[in-house]
């Protein structure tokens, strides 16, 4: 289903009849059918990125996008599982698995959970979301930063020290409409296994959102994604999503070779990402399946909020959320011009002072030697002109930035900018 009729317009939306199954409007609340209907004109009309635009309340999400980080390790032990097995091939394997299994929880389980798709909060400068994960693979942690605002970039570093398992990365996102909503995700991450000194590369899916005209949207992958390893080994991963008179939503068929060897198969992966898989061997005998129904993730652990700084995602956003869950739309409006004033002040007074906003866990790195020769397999582009720089974690800081992580005059500019409202 795309996101408009055949002919690229948005439908008419004249009549007072209640839409029918499937017909525009379908899933919206009554009261909202109109701004809805006029939300899908100006998306139609729109030149920039749609992550600036203002979507009608019922679709507004409370989240924001610095949270999405945490998908990557919902399932702690499917994440670290890689690292306790010997055979490389295997292990690569496992990585896709794991890789796999993070989809639903990126891609789905919003619009499972909510009923459908929810724009996100677009996160400040200097956005922080932490936490970690506790159960029997130990403790697994997160630490997600928004490192850039334009454009918008955020950097993430996920770390298992008991089984000496590391991911981190950074990605953007560009947003553009051609029959539907196309998202070109930017960026990439690296898992780190320590007991092999062994890396992979993980390219990011494109996606687009379905379900546009119902007022139902979702997200479905397209095209593929790739994940090579510094140990010889290269899954290719190509995504399909339901069309007009067959196929099931959430497609997708993955292969795993060695480097340079495409149609030297080791595995087979193939099913729904939001529903499960299988993985077969060379002779397309199942040897492993994924369920997401009996592999149930592991609830992700963050400080209480008045425990947060202010800098952190919940304590910052929660006048926001409040709002949007009430659905109070002058209060929403009200509460997230506090934080755009405060952080253009900020910005204003950092361009005077001839400074820029200081990270808090990460760097930029003129030198990325990993990402350099792994990308070199697969010929993806570093794009650091689209993201700002290469952002890396630095453990340094890292160390030395316990909570509470309060910055000087972050506090008091949000206020100021409050008492001018």
Known sequence: MNGNGKNGKTPSTSGTNTPKEGSEGAAVPPQARGSWSSFLKSIASFNGDLSSMTAPPFILSTTSLVEFSSYWAEHPSVFV????????????????????????????????????????????????????????????????????????????????????????????????????INVKQIGHAILHIDEYDEDYLITLPSLHIEGLITGSP??????????????????????????????????????????????????????????????????????????????????LTVAELDDQDELESRRAWKKVADAIVKGDMDTTSYEKSIIENGQRELRKKEKEEGREWERRFFKRTPEYS????????????????????????????????????????QQDVFEEARETQ
């Open 81 to 180: 599982a890689p690292a306790a097995e010997k055979d490389p091939a295997k292990r690569a394997v496992l990585v896709l698995k794991w890789f796999l299994s993070t989809l639903k929880q990126q891609y789905a389980s919003r619009s499972e959970k909510l009923g459908s798709e929810k724009k996100p909060l677009n996160p400040f400068l200097g956005e922080l979301f932490l936490g970690k994960w506790e159960d029997e693979a130990g403790t697994t942690q997160l630490v997600s930063e928004q490192v850039s605002h334009h454009p918008p970039v955020t950097a993430y570093c996920i770390w298992n020290s008991k089984a000496g398992v590391q991911l981190q990365g950074y990605n953007a996102q560009k947003a553009s409409f051609s029959r539907t």
């Open 218 to 299: 979702y997200v479905e992958l397209n095209r593929q994604s790739y994940i090579t390893s510094s140990s010889g080994f290269t899954a290719k991963i190509d995504y399909s999503g339901k069309g007009w008179l067959s196929g099931k939503k959430n497609t997708f068929a993955a292969t795993l070779y060695p480097e340079g060897k495409e149609k030297d198969i080791l595995y087979y992966v193939d099913g729904q990402w939001n529903e499960g898989f299988t993985i077969k061997d060379s002779k397309k005998k199942t040897i492993d399946t994924y369920d997401p129904k009996v592999t149930k993730t592991t609830p």
């Open 370 to 409: 990993r990402f350099e020769r792994l990308a070199k397999k697969m010929g993806e582009q570093v794009n650091d002109n689209l993201t700002n720089g290469v952002w890396v974690f630095d453990g340094e800081k890292a160390s030395q930035s316990q909570p509470p992580f309060r910055s000087e005059g």
